[in-house]
């Protein structure tokens, strides 16, 4: 435990610094402790395990460690962190990364996530209007955050990038426990609880062990509604865990059976009005994005003599609300009515990967494999008014109960692909890496019958009274939308020398296509409004990529650089029509994204450390037809939804507190500039500035710690937004709701305890 604060903001100050498989010796100097933990560094990002220095890939990567001197329990941390990736997260479960400024907007609705999120084997991220759990980051092996497309071996999804969260496996030959407690208070009177605790038991020496790991989160809100009435409303309570047994009967197989549950249920949204005061928000009732996700695995592993076949089986259930008031729609109507959406949605999802994986060591490594996915989404939309609303019309008597419309649908997609890599080493120091993934995907939608609708929103926005017209919602079978095609990856790598290596790379990414929900669908308020159209086709997009990874000067100073160039074509873009706001997807012409991303570690002295990483990006849309600016509301020259400039520095400084204990103080400071939120004209109505577009705030943001580890214990205080900015940093695109912010949350002050042997 001594060694952990040093390791944490030393080593893994920056992203070269990633976990330490080994032990390293306290006594060594501080220098060489640094050099040997740097060059035992190992990730899987290419399906096997490699030398961070040696992947042709632009990659950060965090510890345990790292994640517990820091604070990083969810995603806000590891977006700070990671150069070029922004986290737009609206409210608790509701998150969407940008990298390198592939977004249209920060929401992401009816669209596939750009970023892949993976934990373990399954993927989690979904399209942009569906809850993502919040996990839990503790007792992680390693989180790694790929950027750039990474089509080859992660398929559709990580257009720009995949995020990676890989769990500790057991440990069949020693006992071990762990906890770590985080109390804080945020504002001046929210009570902050966050609990973590592990332990391994050995059952079987050298070949049978269980470990299980679980949290609690108990985190009063700091937002107010004013529309409920309720103060510090976005209380979230959260609690979760996993257990793992692993199975090595013989020095050749593995079999290791993990189950998973995360139940996250935010008691409210965390984005705001900032017309009506700091941290203020209104809805009628309070907005919901819960969700409980359980998680079933099976991985079996066999070393046949020169590769490793690994095979991974995944089934997950994953339940959530999807609850917003939605009558901002009409909120510059004078007539102001009831209008709100109650989704449940219940996921099933099932993956298989099998691949086989060369021994390291020859001339040529590579991997072969196949991918199948297949998920089954059930949808009940249940659009409300309010009793007494319903009353006072005389609507109420041709309704079962508050809700004017209800229907259910369900969608299936499917995705199956070959892929493989190969490498040839035409020497020690230089070698070329080839990938391809050859796949096919299809999604259809399906409406059941047995739902109805009516006229509630006319005769409601132009006060008629009277009894409804109910019309039955008949069964439905939507037009399956399919692609298939390649993904490519081609790169160079040389080493000039042992300390450095340079590469160069070209790859390319995918989405899977869209169906809209309301295909062909016309607006009972505007006749003459868009009609939906059917969905958006698969969009491409092609990456180049260089850089550069070494370390100068006696191990004293880290870096690594990479420059790229995107081009993105056929975009798939998410809009909303005018009159009601349906929802919707197409396509539009192409956009280009090009800059600059580095990551510099220096050791000033053997006590003090600096780190610096940032980019420099432009993003924007290049190719646009009339048409497609009329039913997308972008213009050519657009800014695309991603900061010019974002950076982050940590200066930290460890020093001997006692004879049996380390002192360690940090001081990290992270600078986000300002980006739109969407495009900036309203769908169908060309140059007319969208109501509803605007920037994020440019923001800077200042924590600091300070910590002692002893030989079991670690003790720290902490500081989170030290001077309370409250900028603005999401933008939501859609009118729909009257709370359209999300800011920083305000200043918390808090103390971590953490405990292991």
Do not use: C
């Not at 006696?554 to 650089?561: I, P, Q, S, W």
Request: glycine share 8%.
């Amino acid at each position: 435990m001594k060694a952990l604060l040093f390791a944490s903001a030393s080593v893994g100050a920056l992203i070269m610094a990633a976990p330490v498989s080994a032990q390293t010796d306290s006594s060594q100097p501080a220098e060489e402790r640094v050099a040997q933990a740097r060059d035992i560094i190992t990730v899987t990002a290419t399906r096997r395990e490699e030398s961070l220095q040696d992947v042709p890939l632009s990659i950060t990567t965090f510890s345990q460690d790292e994640l517990d001197a820091r604070g990083i329990v969810g995603y806000e941390g590891l977006a700070f962190e990671t150069p070029g990736v922004v986290l737009n997260r609206a409210s608790a479960n509701f998150n969407n990364f940008t990298a390198r400024g592939i977004a249209t907007n920060g929401y992401n609705a009816n669209l596939q996530s750009a970023v892949a999120i993976y934990v373990d084997e399954l993927p989690i991220s979904s399209n942009g209007n569906s809850t993502i759990l919040d996990p839990s980051l503790y007792d992680v092996e390693r989180i790694e955050f790929l950027r750039g497309p990474q089509g080859t071996l992660f398929g559709s999804g990580s257009l720009a990038g995949a995020l990676r969260i890989i769990t500790h496996a057991p440990n069949p030959n020693a006992f071990e426990f762990s906890a770590l407690a985080d109390i804080g208070v945020t504002g001046s009177d929210s009570l902050r609880q966050r609990y973590n605790a592990m332990v391994n038991i050995p059952l079987v020496e050298d070949q049978l062990a269980l470990r299980i790991v679980g949290h609690v989160r108990d985190e009063e809100g700091y937002i107010d509604n004013i529309g409920t009435g309720i103060d510090n409303a976005n209380a979230l309570e959260s609690w979760g865990g996993r257990a793992t047994l692993l199975w090595q009967p013989t020095d050749r197989m593995s079999i290791q059976l993990r189950v998973s549950h995360e139940d996250s249920n935010p008691q409210d949204s965390s984005i705001v009005n900032p017309t009506l005061g700091r941290d203020k928000r209104i809805s009628d009732r309070p907005d919901r994005f819960a969700g409980v996700m359980t998680n079933y695995n099976a991985t079996v592993r066999y070393q046949f003599e020169g590769a490793e076949l690994v095979s991974s089986s995944t089934w997950s259930e994953y339940e959530a609300q999807f609850y917003v008031d939605l009558a901002g729609t009409f909120g510059e109507l004078t007539r102001p009515i009831p209008f709100a959406l109650d989704a449940d949605g219940w996921d099933e999802t099932f993956v298989q990967e099998i691949r086989l994986v060369s021994d390291a060591g020859g001339r040529f490594d590579w991997v072969i494999g196949g991918f199948y996915f297949h998920r089954q989404r059930d949808v009940d939309y249940n659009y409300r008014s309010s009793q007494p609303f319903l009353d006072a019309l005389g609507m109420s008597v041709s309704l079962p109960d508050e809700y004017y419309q209800r229907f259910q649908s369900y969608f299936i997609s499917e995705e199956q692909a070959l892929f493989g890599e190969l490498t040839y080493r035409f020497t020690e120091d230089f070698w070329v890496t080839g990938g391809l993934r050859y796949g096919s995907t299809e999604t259809q939608g399906f409406t059941r019958a047995g739902g109805y609708n009516s006229n509630y929103l006319t005769n409601a926005l132009f006060g008629i009274p009277g009894p409804l017209t109910i019309t039955p919602v008949p069964a439905a079978t939507g037009v399956p939308a399919t692609q298939e095609g390649p993904s490519y990856r081609f790169s160079a790598s040389w080493r000039p020398v042992p300390n450095i290596t340079t590469y160069a790379a070209v790859a390319t990414g995918f989405r899977t296509p869209i169906v809209n929900a309301r295909a062909g669908a016309v607006s009972a308020l505007d006749p003459n409004d868009i009609i939906i159209p059917d969905g958006a086709d698969s969009n491409d997009l092609v990456s180049y990529e260089a850089g550069i990874k070494g370390s100068w000067f006696n191990n004293r100073l880290f870096a690594n650089l990479a420059v790229y160039h995107i081009n993105w074509n056929d975009i798939q873009v998410q809009a909303n029509r005018v009159s009601d706001s349906v929802q919707f997807a197409t396509n539009i012409g192409g956009a280009r994204s090009q800059g600059i991303e580095f990551e510099l570690m220096a050791r000033a002295t053997d006590n003090l450390t600096i780190s610096l990483n940032g980019s420099l990006n432009e993003a924007k849309v290049t190719s646009l037809t009339p048409e497609e600016a009329a039913i997308s509301g972008a213009v050519e020259g657009a800014r695309l939804a991603g900061p010019r400039f974002q950076a982050s520095m940590l200066v930290n400084y460890n020093f001997d507190l006692m004879a049996n204990a380390e002192g360690n103080a940090s001081l990290a400071v992270y600078h986000v500039g300002s980006f739109p939120g969407s495009f900036p004209n309203v769908p169908g109505q060309p140059g007319v500035v969208s109501p509803t577009f605007g920037y994020t705030e440019a923001h800077t943001v200042a924590n600091a710690t300070i910590a002692a580890a002893f030989e079991r214990f670690t003790v720290g205080a902490y500081v989170e937004n030290i001077f309370d900015d409250d900028s603005i940093n999401y933008v939501h695109p859609e009118a729909f709701i009257s709370n359209r912010f999300g800011v920083v949350r305000p200043r918390t002050i808090g103390v971590r305890v953490g405990y292991s042997f």
